[in-house]
T-cell receptor, first 115, second 112 residues
Framework: DGGITQSPKYLFRKEGQNVTLSCEQN?????MYWYRQDPGQGLRLIYY???????QKGDIAEGYSVSREKKESFPLTVTSAQKNPTAFYLC??????????????FGQGTRLTVV | KQEVTQIPAALSVPEGENLVLNCSFT??????LQWFRQDPGKGLTSLLL?????REQTSGRLNASLDKSSGRSTLYIAASQPGDSATYLC???????????FGKGTKLSVKP
């Protein structure tokens, strides 16, 4: 069953703590993305990766870090430097070449709450 | 900078009605436009992808149109059902990053 799996579904973070959100895909897609969704706002891009071992900052990368060691995996770490991390985080993937006009697919999201 | 606007922000209709959701974007240099559905607390489900060279796409009761020159897209839902209740998001792909830029969505409620 092909798709994108995000885990955990819910995550709680204490002040000053780093947490890592998992994103795995078995669609054989080259490109992967992390978006943040806040109430009343559209999705905003945090990081993206077009190929293994390479990634680029999106519009709101401060306080976040990523790695892309495997094609299937694109974990996102929310560091203590992110002052307002409470949000819904969505991972997506697509074929890498933007000129191919390929479809983006999303995972089911991780809701992160600071406690 | 590309901006995507969706109007209305919320819409409530009786079951069986045909309806149109609107999406506009400021930069016509897009590669494609995608419509998504999001249920509360869930991820996004892709509904339709329209490539920049296309005018429309259809899937079941859904029809999406694209007019690049005017920076507009519409999502037409025929014979709406309560199960269609969700937030509908429009996103365009373009620019150097190639990532999707989203509108804030239209929250649809279909009353039985």
């Amino acid at each position: 069953d092909g798709g994108i799996t995000q885990s955990p579904k819910y995550l709680f973070r204490k002040e000053g703590q780093n947490v890592t959100l998992s994103c795995e895909q078995n669609l054989n897609h080259d490109a992967m993305y992390w978006y943040r969704q806040d109430p009343g706002q559209g999705l905003r891009l945090i990081y993206y990766s077009q190929i293994v071992n390479d990634f680029q900052k999106g519009d709101i990368a401060e306080g976040y870090s990523v790695s892309r060691e495997k094609k299937e995996s694109f974990p996102l770490t929310v560091t203590s430097a992110q002052k307002n991390p409470t949000a819904f985080y969505l991972c997506a993937s697509s074929m890498a070449d933007i000129y191919l006009n390929t479809e983006a697919f999303f995972g089911q999201g991780t809701r992160l709450t600071v406690v | 900078k590309q901006e995507v606007t969706q109007i209305p922000a919320a819409l409530s209709v009786p079951e069986g009605e045909n309806l149109v959701l609107n999406c506009s974007f400021t930069d016509s240099a897009i590669y494609n436009l995608q419509w998504f559905r999001q249920d509360p607390g869930k991820g996004l489900t892709s509904l339709l992808l329209i490539q920049s060279s296309q005018r429309e796409q259809t899937s079941g009761r859904l029809n999406a149109s694209l007019d690049k020159s005017s920076g507009r897209s519409t999502l037409y839902i025929a014979a709406s059902q309560p199960g269609d209740s969700a937030t509908y998001l429009c996103a365009v792909s373009g620019g150097s990053q190639g990532n999707l830029i989203f509108g804030k969505g239209t929250k649809l409620s279909v009353k039985p």
